[in-house]
């Protein structure tokens, strides 16, 4: 049992929180499970809960319960005990969302190189022969937002832990940093140590 689903998920003020039922994946089909709906001051965010997992809501407080591992099918038990400490974070996650909010900080590193925004798309100069274009995808704008700060830094903020963590990480890959000068594209609490350049024997 994870030991996560010992404590509560607290749900912090300004925080509304709505649960319904409704349709979402699990084990690579389509089940009724529950649905919560956390609105917050940074946005909105759901999270699907299988049936399997029960969750109770008292008062600001929300309890994750474990799973009879008695009552699961043998070749199921190995994920019944870690589906509510997975089901935990993401409740979890989604409260901070809406209530913080997440955000990760790019920097553009190395001469001449630099970022701007043309509507909806990042154009990226960063050593090649022609400039890259990136755009947040249209399903993910809905819980992720990303603006360019001077030439050389690009803030992705938004709801969603997994969307913001993912979207960085493909302006990250236009340019992975150099391992030798350092150029290229790098969070800005990234350190990255540099290996020594080949020396020729005179």
Known sequence: MSRLIKKPIMIPEGVKLEVREGEGKFKGETVVGKIFHFKGPKGEMEVFVPPMI????????????????RSVPKPDRKMARALPGTVYRHL??????????????????????????????????????HPVYYSVPEEYRRFVKAEVQGVDTVIVSGTSKELVG??????????????????????????????????TKM
Do not use: H, M
């Not at 029960?54 to 591992?69: A, F, M, S």
């Not at 955000?103 to 630099?114: A, D, H, I, N, P």
């Open 54 to 69: 029960e969750v109770e809501v008292r008062g600001n407080e929300i309890w994750v319960k474990p799973v009879d591992i």
């Open 92 to 129: 979890e996650n989604a409260v901070k969302g809406v209530s913080e909010g997440y955000r990760k900080e790019l920097k553009v590193v190395g001469t001449g190189y630099r970022v701007r925004k043309e509507g909806d798309r990042f154009v990226f100069t960063v050593g090649y022969s």
């Open 166 to 199: 993912l979207v960085a990480a493909q302006i990250r890959s236009i340019k992975e940093p150099n391992i030798y000068t350092g150029k290229g594209i790098r969070y800005a609490d990234e350190v990255i140590v540099l290996k020594p350049t080949k020396k």
